[in-house]
């Protein structure tokens, strides 16, 4: 059934700074319907707990706003592939960390960079990212309903997840036992080689998603232009438009039956007067239906 466009689920990464409440404030500013933020620094290990006071002020404007299916993005420096045992630990305690922090909030979605093998074989760095995983299965079952997702990478450097094939590997080590599933950033699978430049190609690209992974498994997108081209592997995002992509991969992206109500985040760094424009631009192309 389709939602109506003014419901749909759009935002951006808007900022948390001076607490996650304010993400929430700048999402309903922008005319976001969801958001997704950083709950602690993206840039350091250590993110400091969420007091109560954080947190009832935090449930009390979600109601206020209104916004819905939250996802938090975490930190830039876990790698839960690390063949570095020390770099390993330090990955999985702030995962950990990070993951309470979104059970606190009733965060709906966890996002995050499967990891990178560096210097090692990529099918091992698999392999220990399915066994950090499994570590928050505990968590997981307590409280809550968070999901945690995948988020398909550009393949820049030695970083995986940029295949549908490791994308559903690691879902399969893992799905049995946590709630799992991925997001997929266009601007990423652009990069990584995966047309979207059209409705043939769009076709084509979701067609081998199902085939490998499974649509069932789809929950979010982040939703960039691409300033490198096809098959580049280089991750440069684009305000929307503006980049190799361009407006037809949107426009199909809001109107497609397989893609229309699923999630979206922008992260397109034109910033809050651009997501303002291009939150609306995205409801203006799932209206022409």
């Keep these: 059934m389709a939602v109506p466009a003014s419901k749909l689920l759009i935002g951006a990464h808007t900022s948390a700074a001076g607490g996650a409440h304010n993400a929430l404030l700048e999402g309903k500013k922008i005319g976001a319907t969801t958001i997704q933020l950083f709950t602690a620094n993206q840039k350091r290990w250590d993110g400091k707990p969420l007091t109560k006071e954080s947190i009832d002020l935090w449930f009390a404007t979600l109601k206020e706003t209104d916004l819905r299916e939250i996802m938090s993005h975490d930190s830039y420096l876990i790698n839960l592939g ?33 990891g990178a093998a560096l210097h090692e074989d990529p099918q091992k760095c698999l392999d220990t990212i399915a066994e950090s995983l499994l570590l928050v299965e505990p968590l997981l079952h307590k409280k809550g309903s968070l999901r945690l997702l995948l988020e398909a990478t550009a393949g820049q450097g030695s970083s995986v997840g940029h295949s549908f094939e490791q994308l559903a590997y690691i879902i399969s080590k893992v799905e049995k036992h946590i709630p799992i599933g991925v997001c997929i950033d266009t601007c990423h699978i652009f990069a990584a080689g995966y047309d979207i430049r059209t409705p043939e190609a769009w076709n084509t690209t979701l067609d081998k998603f199902d085939r490998v992974v499974g649509l069932k498994n789809l929950y ?60 609306k631009m995205l409801r203006d192309f799932a209206s022409r239906q």
């Excluded at 606190?104 to 979605?109: N, V």
């Excluded at 397989?258 to 034109?270: A, F, M, W």
């Design 82 to 114: 690390a063949p570095d045992p020390e770099n390993l630990q330090k990955s999985r305690k702030t995962f950990h960390e990070e993951t309470l922090r979104c059970l606190d909030l009733g965060i709906t979605y966890l996002n995050f960079h499967p």
């Design 220 to 279: 979010a997108f982040h939703v960039n232009d691409s300033l490198k081209d096809l098959g580049t592997r280089v991750d440069r995002h684009a305000d929307l438009g503006k980049g190799l992509i361009g407006l037809p991969c949107f426009e199909f992206l809001m109107q497609d039956p397989r893609t229309r109500n699923i999630s979206k985040y922008l992260e397109t760094p034109g910033g809050l007067p651009v997501w303002e424009k291009e939150i």
